[in-house]
């Protein structure tokens, strides 16, 4: 069996040469430091940071480019063909984020911007109260992603408006997390917000990265999720207390706590199926298995444009093969 958690106290770039082959990440999902002095930016702006575990390795402004570009290209060569990387920035050094991927393959599908409740406060300036996230794929497959995982296509939300749609929308509303007397990691991501990206981007038993763990967030609410995770921190203490964080968290338990989706997102889950719906499918298999797609690939497809669930499909066309 493929473990569940790799983890490592180590520089990313090293670390991901030395332990990830090429094209073994399904999902990187990661939130790199900030090159702005992250590391002390408390006193400016008087923050407590009792409950902040302490030893957030920085990278110096000057170096930012340099950083960015060499581990966004052991972020493209360890991405399969269809892998996603989304990228959490602040708006400071993201044009270093932008420049180091626009010299790679990986193409930026999404520019998607988080909005969270407590900005920096100012009184010079407008409040900065979002963040940029860079929602990139590689080419050569189809990328997963998984457009009914959260709301069905007739879900409504409160006011009646089309859940499905406004999920999808590329400004989320997500609210940090308060943990009063809790420690946790400086800037540590909602739960919220993670759970949407892997649900996404991502299937049970994928392989999900992230080069800098810092709280380790992202590798519980992945685990949580019932994904396998790899993942690189360099601090020692950030790790130590990440690893025991992990302790606190079964494989797949978050996937039982999960909403149910209506109509499972399948337009025509449960319909009887009519022989011209079943020649209609078995031909669309055909061509898109003709076209390079592998069998998991071309039912996601199938799954998209029949309505229908995975294993409705698979018995079709495992049934179809037998005969
Ligand atoms: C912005 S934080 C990540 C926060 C994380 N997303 C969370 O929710 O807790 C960035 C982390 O990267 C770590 N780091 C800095 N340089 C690194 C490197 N070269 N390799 C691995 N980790 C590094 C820092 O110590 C910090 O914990």
């Given amino acids: 069996m493929k473990p569940m958690t790799l983890l490592f106290n180590e520089d990313a770039v090293t670390g991901a040469r030395r332990h990830i082959s090429d094209g073994a990440v399904d999902l990187i999902l990661t939130d790199p430091p900030y090159g702005i002095a992250g590391d002390t930016l408390h006193r400016h702006y008087h923050r407590k940071e009792e409950f902040v575990v302490d030893g957030y390795v920085e990278v110096p402004q000057a170096q930012y480019a340099h950083f960015s570009r060499a581990w966004v290209r052991q972020a493209e060569r360890i991405l399969r063909p ?103 990691n400086k800037n540590e991501l909602p739960t919220e917000l993670l759970k949407k990206v892997i649900l996404y981007s991502s299937n049970p038993g994928d392989l999900v990265c992230d080069l800098f ?26 790790f130590r207390h990440g690893v025991q964080s992990m302790k606190e968290v079964a494989p797949g338990s978050l996937l039982r706590l999960l909403p149910p989706v209506a109509e499972n997102g399948h337009a025509n889950r449960g319909r009887r199926w009519t022989p011209e719906e079943r020649a209609r499918l078995l031909a669309r298999y055909a061509e898109l298995r003709r076209r390079g ?27 179809h093969a037998r005969s």
Avoid: Q
């Fill in 82 to 184: 269809g892998g996603s990387l989304y990228v959490m920035s602040g708006y400071s050094n993201l044009r270093d984020i932008l420049n180091a991927l626009a010299e790679t393959e990986l193409a930026l599908v999404n520019h998607l911007i988080w909005k969270y409740n407590f900005g920096v406060y100012t009184t010079n300036k407008y409040v900065s109260s979002h963040y940029h996230l860079l929602y990139c794929v590689k080419p050569g497959r189809r990328p997963t992603f998984n457009t009914y995982c959260r709301f069905g296509p007739s879900d409504k939300n409160a006011d009646g408006g089309a859940a499905n749609y406004l999920d999808r929308e590329d400004v989320w509303i997500i609210n940090r997390e308060y943990k009063p007397g809790r420690r946790k």
């Fill in 213 to 238: 763990l810092g709280g380790f967030s992202t590798a519980r609410v992945a685990v949580g999720l019932g994904r396998r995770i790899v993942g690189f921190e360099l601090s020692k203490s950030a």
């Fill in 293 to 319: 797609e592998t069998k998991r690939g071309s039912i996601d497809i199938l799954s998209e444009e029949f309505g229908r669930g995975y294993f409705a499909l698979l018995n079709v066309i495992d049934a």
